[in-house]
């Protein structure tokens, strides 16, 4: 089945710097690619996510980029903020299923 | 319009006792999914409705978890005789369905404690 690797498990930034998570995934039918941010005891919430026949989309602050060649997607964050501090996951899809990440915790220092 | 739900909120129980959760997904909602959350980790695939029928049950850990969907709506995951490493969060999500990259909406989950 699908592997979803993602590193790093933790990450501090000061706030207006620059935060980039990277995953890898290990089948290449992977075809839907989403990140969603789970705040403290809150339920994980879609923040960006790329299809496979695309290689990088951005929505403000936040941009997605993905190399299928090398079965790998990434994060990034922007101008950060300390309301970005949460866990990330990535995840990849193939029929249906998502294979999640281990997450990452980002910490915005202020 | 009213999201993912999910009861309990918050479930106490005894080792070897049966425990069934509850997912209402967003209305028209075909797709459904159970997620199990461990402490600090990540989302662990259970299994995945469309409609009312289990196309991939393969992330069930054992024989002890089962779940079923009816009127294409909500469903239930049963844990069977509980045993402490079943103690996680079980977030239930759902989706519109069918091909392409549609977003899982996630409920608010339910946290099992096995005493």
């Known amino acids: 089945g699908e592997n979803v690797e993602q590193h790093p498990s933790t990450l501090s930034v000061q706030e207006g710097d620059s935060a980039v998570i990277k995953c890898t995934y290990s089948?290449?039918?992977?075809?839907?690619f989403p990140w969603y941010k789970q705040e403290l005891g809150k339920r994980p919430q879609l923040i960006i996510d790329i299809r496979s026949n695309v290689g990088e989309k951005k929505d403000q602050r936040i941009a997605v980029t993905l190399n299928k060649t090398a079965k790998h997607f990434s994060l990034h964050i922007t101008e950060t903020q300390p309301e970005d501090s949460a866990v990330y996951f990535c995840a990849a899809r193939i029929n249906e299923k998502l294979t999640f990440g281990t997450g990452t915790r980002l910490t915005i220092i202020p | 319009g009213a999201g993912v739900s999910q009861s309990p909120s918050n479930k106490v129980t005894e080792k070897g006792k049966d425990v069934e959760l509850r997912c209402d997904p967003i209305s028209g909602h075909t797709a459904l999914y159970w997620y199990r959350q461990s402490l600090g980790q990540g989302l662990e695939f259970l299994i995945y409705?469309?409609?009312?029928?289990?196309?991939?049950k393969s992330g069930l850990p054992s024989d002890r978890f089962s779940a079923e969907r009816t009127g294409g709506s909500v469903s239930t995951l049963t844990i069977q005789r509980t045993q402490q490493e079943d103690s996680a969060v079980y977030l239930c999500?759902?989706?519109?369905?069918?091909?392409?990259?549609?977003?899982?909406?996630f409920g608010p989950g339910t946290r099992l404690t096995v005493l």
């Open positions: 089948d290449s039918a992977s075809n839907y």
């Open positions: 409705f469309q409609g009312n029928s289990a196309p991939d």
């Open positions: 999500a759902s989706s519109q369905g069918g091909t392409g990259g549609n977003e899982q909406f």
